[in-house]
């Protein structure tokens, strides 16, 4: 059921005093690789997180460095750390950041506000907008005048909580799992099912030919697993695995894009719902022999607009069938 760096750009310009001099215009795209590889502490982590190869993110860092006239970073074998001058750089680079995005989001507001009635649909890599866009096909009909716009965003758990929080601002519905008991109703959620829990592994794991796992497969194996208290859902399969000593949980903070590379890249299980069987292209999800679930809805804001009501009234109407 469910599925850049640009170049910095020069202008020459006549200073009086200096004769012709470099203007650098510094590339936004190029700020937001510093920050990420500032907010990672290490090229391998940021590469990670932008998808772009260690040794790209490097160039692109010691170019900045070139250009800027500045030791931005302390490189260690442990990774990187600003210096105090890279400290001073981050904060502008970040405020910066901070300004474009709110301007560029204002920008678009005003422009679906004038354009007609949009529903804005966020999307991420583990909440994808394909299962809420195969829902639109089927509502459509009825309401024609609505028209849909893809957000998308990161997949870091406190940006995606402070989304949750304030849906209906930037985003007005996301297609997700949902663990009630942590986001405290600061949102709504229209429930479309509960998914099974399964396990992904890397397909050149051992188990990655098995149509469906049993504890037994589990036993031996490395499993990795969100820390107790994100989710009673998944807490409930880790009180589970707990009863088999020979399973070894490994703990993670959360579910973003570096802990897929690393079950790819690794014998180590993750666990993860049906919902995300076509997150990572490398890795085969595999239902396991228990009846583990998470539920899924569509999480939308408490005092939705007239057209997000009204979608939301539709697709109830669909699910009653």
Not at 106 to 135: C, F, H, P, Q, V
Not at 146 to 167: A, R, S, T, W
Not at 200 to 206: L, N, P
Not at 210 to 227: A, F, N, P, R, T
Request: glycine share 6%; net charge neutral.
């Amino acid at each position: 059921m469910l599925e850049y760096f640009k170049p910095i750009v020069y202008t020459k310009y006549k200073d009086y005093n200096r004769g012709i001099i470099n203007k650098n215009i510094m590339d936004y795209q190029l700020l937001q690789t510093f920050i990420t590889v500032s907010d990672c502490g290490s090229f391998s982590k940021a590469s990670d997180r932008l998808f772009i190869s260690t040794t790209a993110i490097a160039k692109q860092m010691n170019l900045l460095e070139k250009e800027t006239g500045l030791h931005l970073f302390n490189r260690t074998k442990r990774g990187t750390t600003l210096t105090k001058s890279g400290a001073v750089f981050y904060e502008g680079a970040k405020f910066i950041s901070d300004y474009w995005n709110k301007m560029l989001e204002r920008a678009r507001n005003t422009e679906l506000n004038d354009g007609g009635n949009y529903i804005r649909i966020g999307s991420s890599m583990l909440r994808s907008e394909k299962y809420l866009l195969d829902l639109w096909t089927k509502v459509k009909d009825s309401c024609p005048q609505y028209k849909i716009h893809i957000v998308p965003f990161e997949d870091n758990f406190q940006g995606y909580l402070e989304i949750i929080q304030n849906l209906g601002t930037e985003i007005d519905i996301i297609a997700a799992n949902y663990p009630p008991d942590l986001w405290g109703g600061c949102c709504n959620v229209l429930k479309l099912a509960d998914v099974p829990l399964c396990c992904a592994v890397s397909r050149y794991h051992a188990l990655a030919q098995k149509k469906i796992l049993d504890y037994e497969d589990l036993s031996g194996q490395e499993l990795m697993i969100v820390h107790r208290g994100r989710s009673r859902y998944v807490d409930a399969v880790r009180d589970k695995l707990q009863q088999y000593p020979l399973i070894k949980l490994i703990d993670v903070p959360d579910y973003d894009v570096s802990i897929f590379n690393q079950c790819e890249t690794t014998d180590r299980i993750l666990l993860v719902t049906q919902a995300w069987v076509n997150v990572h292209p490398l890795l085969v999800t595999i239902p396991v022999k228990w009846e583990f679930t998470s539920p899924y809805g569509l999480l939308y804001g408490l005092n939705p607009t007239a057209t997000v009501h009204d979608f939301i009234q539709s697709v109830q109407k669909i699910m009653e069938y």
